[in-house]
């Protein structure tokens, strides 16, 4: 008789330990369905804002290059430019006259 009530608790206790197992594996599962959806999502909205700013910067670079396009030396007079007339070249100096740094 003794020996049927201890068998008895060691099921229940098996039962009970299995059962609470298979509920913390469900929530798990539950909780990674969850993110796994909110991840996709999140990647879509942010694939949707890569493709609008790649089209403004796209117009942008269209813009640059018509404006780029439309400079002209008369353009450049109009705003005040005035053709250089000296020239000035700098030249490398390759002499004792270069300062060398300690290292």
Not at 4 to 29: A, C, D, H, P
Not at 38 to 58: F, K
Not at 83 to 92: E, F, L, N, P, R
């Amino acid at each position: 008789m003794v020996e049927k009530v201890l068998q008895l608790n060691r099921e229940k206790t098996i039962f009970w330990t299995l059962m609470g197992v298979l509920l913390l594996s469900l929530g798990f599962y539950m909780y990674s369905i969850r993110v796994t959806v909110s991840n996709v999502v999140a990647r879509q909205s942010l694939e949707t804002e890569i493709s609008v700013l790649t089209l403004s910067i796209g117009s942008q670079e269209f813009q640059y290059i018509t404006k780029r396009n439309a400079v002209t030396l008369q353009l450049a007079h109009s705003l005040g430019f005035k053709d250089a007339i000296t020239k000035t070249y700098i030249s490398q100096k390759t002499g004792p006259e270069v300062a060398i740094l300690p290292r």
